[in-house]
């Protein structure tokens, strides 16, 4: 694996600019093509360019794993046009939920094999994102938060986790998504791991207001260094 320590536009929150897995990189139209072209042969991916409701903050809004993704219904009819014909191509199947929890990857935790969904989602939300992704979905909080997308980044193997996480929730992760994991911190000293990082089985994003210390930690995490 690759690692790639950088900003986007000056902000070291690099996974609020682009969403990642194994089959898709995704990244804001605002973020600049050098940079872009950067982060897609750090990961291993030509990067799909759109915005999501008019904004390039595209790794807010999004969530899926290597088949799907799922995008809120504020997203422009133009940008979901775009997405269904980039991701078609290579496979990807695209759905809509519409909700007042729009920032769905902060709501959503997911890989190919489970999803962890915030709690704060109906029993009618949370059938249909099980529905959609066709993978097991539990509701749970993480770390005393809603959010539990905003405390967790992975790849197929590996998780890097908050420490805001208690034990419990750890084997919950490592059981439900068939994951090894070890606590993280990132941009020094932030729990909000996704929104440092981006990670796929290729390489690895971080911010880089993150220490040395931090960074090693990230990598030894999701490169399974030491596993």
Excluded at 121 to 148: C, D, N, Q
Aim: net charge neutral.
């Amino acid at each position: 694996m690759a690692t790639l320590i950088t900003d986007i536009n000056g902000n070291p929150n690099v996974g609020i600019y682009c969403y990642a897995t194994n089959k898709y990189l995704i990244i804001g139209r605002e973020v600049e093509k050098r940079k872009a072209d950067m982060i897609g042969k750090t990961l291993g991916l030509e990067p799909i360019i759109t915005s999501i409701a008019g904004t390039s903050l595209v790794g807010v809004f999004i969530a899926g794993n290597d088949e799907k993704l799922l995008v809120p219904g504020i997203a422009k009819k133009e940008e979901i046009s775009f997405l269904k014909k980039k991701l078609g191509e290579i496979g990807v199947e695209i759905g809509i939920l519409d909700t007042r929890l729009t920032a769905l990857s902060n709501n959503i935790l997911i890989n190919n094999n489970a999803a962890i969904v915030s709690p704060e989602y109906s029993k009618g939300e949370i059938e249909r994102i099980a529905r959609f992704f066709g993978v097991e979905t539990r509701k749970s909080m993480l770390g005393g938060t809603h959010v539990p997308g905003s405390l967790v980044v992975m790849n197929n193997r590996n998780a890097a986790i908050s420490n805001l996480l208690s034990s419990r929730e750890e084997e919950m992760i490592k059981e439900l998504l068939r994951v090894e994991t070890e606590r993280v911190s990132v941009n020094m000293g932030s729990p909000f791991i996704s929104s440092g990082v981006v990670v796929n089985n290729n390489g690895l994003i971080i911010g880089n207001a993150t220490g040395g210390a931090e960074a090693a930690m990230i990598e030894q995490a999701l490169m399974g260094w030491n596993k």
